[in-house]
Structures are given as C-alpha cells and as structure tokens.
C-alpha cells in the first residue's frame, strides 16, 4: 500500500459523471448548479492538501463573464451546445473533484501495523501511531523540541508509551500540531487501542497527599497551597514541594549501591547505605527552590515554556546525612588547581536509560564549610520516595535542579555534566532571547539563586476585613545569603512598612533557610482595595526588581520581581 493520495486519473468514474449529463433535463439542472459552483470556484485560492488538489483561479480579483444560454440567431443552437458542453466538462470536473475530496476524507487510507513499523528511518519514511491514526513525522523529527533521537524512539510504533512519560505532549495544541501530519489510519484489525497494563511507568509511583497543587501528574509535580507553606517554619514531608522529571523508582535500601569513582591514583568506592552510616552525621536546616517558582507570573507577561508554578515551588527541612567532601576525600580526591566539576547521576531515567543527571564545582563539594551532604534522613525520617529515598544530594544555597535525588554515581569531571538538565535547561537568558535565537552554550548553568520573597497570607483576590490585616509570607536568598529585611507596601509600593521576621537565626554565610515573616497594618480607611506587595533584601543588599518585564526569559526561571497580591476590604 503506497502513502500517495494524489487524485486517480479521470477514467471510468469521470465518464460516468459524463454519462450522467446527456439529457436535456440533466442540461438544465447542471444549468442551475453549476453556474454558482462555478462561480465560487473561480474565487477560490490554490490550497495544497493532504487530501485533495483544488485547481481554479488565484486571481481573486478576476471577473470572468459568464456566456449566456440564450438560444438566439441562426448559430445560436451550436453556441448554446458549445456552452453547454463547456459547463457540462467543468460541472463534471467540479462533480468528479467534490467526489473524491469526500471519498479521501470519508475513506482514508489504512495501514496495517506492520506497514507503520516498515516506516521507521529518514529513508522510509518515519511514521508513528496515536490511537488508531497514522501519521508521517519525517519533516518534524529535526524540529522536536526534546531533540530528534527522543522522537526516534517511536519511529514506527505508537506514541502512547512515549507520551504517557512526557505527558506535557498531551495538550490539544500537540495534538493540533500532529494532525498536519496525518495520512491515514490503522486497518480495523490493527485498531485495538495501546494499553500501557504492564508497561505504565508511573504505575508504581507514591501515594500523594491531597492538599498538594498538581502542575502535572506524569511526572509528578505539585506545590503545597500558600496557606499551608508558611504554617511552620519546617515544612512536613507529606506537602514539601515536588519536582519529578521521570518516573519515581522504587529502590531496594538492602540492595542499594552508590557509585564514587575515584581518581586515578585511588580507590573507587561502592557504597551501601550501612556504610554511608559510618561516615560523621551531618544535619543542617535547608530550603530547595526550583528555578521555576513564581513561573506563573511570568507567564501572564509573555508566554513561557514550563510547568506553572505559583509561590509554593519552595519548601524547608532539616536534612541528614554524610558530607560530600568527607565521601570524596575517601575515595582520595581533592581539590585541584584546574576547574573541575562533581557530577551526580541518578537512578531514575527514561526509555533510553538516560537518567537524571547535574553537577556543581568541585569547588563547592569540597568545601566542609558549604555544608553538601549525602543525605538520608528528612526530617528525622528516611527520605520519601518522592523526595530521593534512599539517598539524594543536598546542596545549600543552590537552585534545586542540582539536588539530585535516587543518587546513584558520584564522579569528578573536567568539565560539567553532560545531561540535558545541565547544558539544555535551568539557564537565564535575556528577554530578547526567543526560541528561535537560543542558544544555551552562550548562558552558564543556574546555581545560586537571586533574593526571593512572596507574600502567602492573604490570598489574591481574597476579601479582608477593615480595620487591620495580617500579612504573611516567605523570604529566601540563593549562596547563604541572609535575608535583612522585607518590605511590604499596602498601596502598591507608593509607601512601606517593614515586616517581623520569624524563624531559625542565620548564621552569616550560611543562610541556607528561609525567613517567615509577618506584619500586622492597619487598612487606611475608605479603601475598597488593597495592591499588598513585598519585597526582600539580603545581606548582600540585593533587592527583588520592581517588574517582571525586564527579567522575563524564554523558560520562565529566576522570577523574583516584587510580588502582588490584591485583595477586597469588606464595607
């Protein structure tokens, strides 16, 4: 069976569409029919199709003059014929043409199985399967965005497993987009729908608790609600913020091994979870951001591409666990002259057993004073399967990305982790930057993070009662910067007053944790509306920008402009 759908020639079918017109009654219904077809077909502008090949003028503005069909004069019987014949030809061709676009569209072509699998290379052709339609990819392969190989995996085969991991391509404008390549469907036998009852990767994934915000389900990603993120200073484990990027796995802590390869002159190591018990105990009090907190308020500036987090990509807890420098000095690296780089990789991974993988300076890891642990303990608890169990990286002061979770490979490297989260991702660029003009080579990998605040009592939109309000919210700086102050305004930041910070005092240099704080106003009086905005300052003396606009970037990470929350005073 051939992908071709080009129009067959005008044979048997055409002349019965001939056939049909000899009389002249038939004469005289095409008469009435055909002359406005006709007329619209002229109008019609040259459209390329799948499906059909529409051939009339593109000169819109032409007006053809119709001849009559008045019989008049002594040739007038054999101009009327000639007409008629002319309309009789362009009625059948129009007829014949109006039949074939409903026989493509009615009936499309079918493909067995085996067919779509013989599709599966640039010179084949590459088709794919979504339910029961068939589609030829060839052209979008380069284009994708995840990068062609991720694309190649489903080269003649279903999308279904695909999709069911990255399921961001489950949006009606994926599937808009995928319809322009469509070229048939598969035959009735082969119709059976793809089911995933054995092959489901997140079929095994952790129950979740219900408060959580989900962004997306597969992988799962989920913030706690503002209300319940500032509650304590120390979030539980049940609504700490959750950043998946593949399926969780479900790893054995009696057969789990970490890998720390050791430089040439010594010793790599394999360690069990009993022997990262013998290393010294370690615990600090950390809060991870992910990069893309407050995504969202980007987004209603110019779109981004990204999961739309609000304030609650950002949690807090007490970790445990072994240092960093200690585990690599046992396997006798030290620091070096030359940059060199610590890159983890982790036991979660995707179809092509490409697993989640970041890194950190070398630099960094082997400072005992940046506090990196190994760590196996949240809140005096074993990790959470959602949260790294059995072992994660925790690195204060930096974006999240590089917290890699289901540790598996620690290694030392000359240059930064080759993964696609590293080079390809967690990158700030200017607000000029599109899609188009990218390029990730030219930005360095976030790591630590600008000062940070948000306000999480009230809510937005939310009524307040006159008289006094209680504002609540967070405050954070990225490399142990200490937050000094918060800032909170009541009328959009014509004036301020300066907020109470609660929480854990902050060591200088290792403010690794948040601040919560608060204010107690009094709501001028007369106001209907009240624009609450904060912002925070560190010691560093860094400042939250006023606006989005001149920090906006095509991935929406970084945003920490001055944050808004408008609410109503009742009467």
Known sequence: MTSSLTPEPLTSQFAEFLGMAQTRSATMLLQRAMIPRFRQACRLKLV???????????????????????????NSSTRGWRVMGTLLGLGAVLAYHDHRCRAAQESPHLYTREEVRAHSSPETRIWVTLG????????????????????????????????????????????????????????PEDKEPFTLKTSDPYSDDPVRHPALKVNSQRPFNAEPPP?????????????????????????????????????????????????????PKHEITVTLQCAGNRRSEMTRF??????????????TARWAGARLCDVLAKAGHQLCETEAHVCFEGLDSDPTGTAYGASIPLA??????????????MNGQPLPRDHGFPVRVVVPGVVGARHVKWLGKVSVEP???????????????????????????????????????????????????SGEVTIKGYAWSGGGRAVVRVDVSLDGGLTWQVAELDGEEQRPRKAWAWRLWQLQASVPAGKKELNIVCKAVDDSYNVQPDTVAPIWNLRGVLSNAWHHVHVRVAP
């Open 48 to 74: 390329p199709s799948r499906l059909c090949i529409q051939a009339c003028s593109t000169n819109d503005s032409s007006q053809p003059q119709y001849p009559s069909l008045a019989f008049s004069g002594d």
């Open 132 to 187: 029961c339609e068939v589609f030829d990819v060839t052209e979008f392969v380069d284009l994708h965005p995840g990068g062609p190989s991720k694309l190649m995996l489903a080269a003649g085969g279903p999308l279904e497993p695909f999709w069911a991991l990255y399921a961001v391509h489950n949006q009606p404008h994926v599937r808009e987009l995928l319809a322009q390549y469509k070229v048939g469907e598969l035959s």
């Open 227 to 279: 209300e319940l993120l500032t509650e304590n200073y120390i979030t539980p484990n049940p609504i700490f913020f959750t950043r998946n990027h593949l399926p969780v796995p479900n790893l054995d802590p009696e057969t789990y091994r970490l890998h720390v390869v050791g430089p040439p002159e010594g010793q790599s190591l394999s360690l069990s979870l009993n022997d990262l018990y013998q290393f």
């Open 302 to 315: 110019k779109e981004v591409k990204g999961l739309e987090w609000n304030t609650g990509a950002i949690s």
């Open 364 to 377: 960094r890891a082997m400072d005992p004073e940046a506090e990196v642990l190994l760590a196996y303990e």
């Open 415 to 465: 240059e930064e982790s080759y993964s696609h989260w590293q080079r390809r991702d967690y990158k700030g660029f200017s607000p000029s930057v599109d899609w188009d003009t990218v390029d990730f080579d030219s930005a360095p990998s976030i790591q630590e993070l600008p000062v940070q605040s948000a306000i999480t009592e009230p809510k937005d939109g939310e009524t307040v009662q």
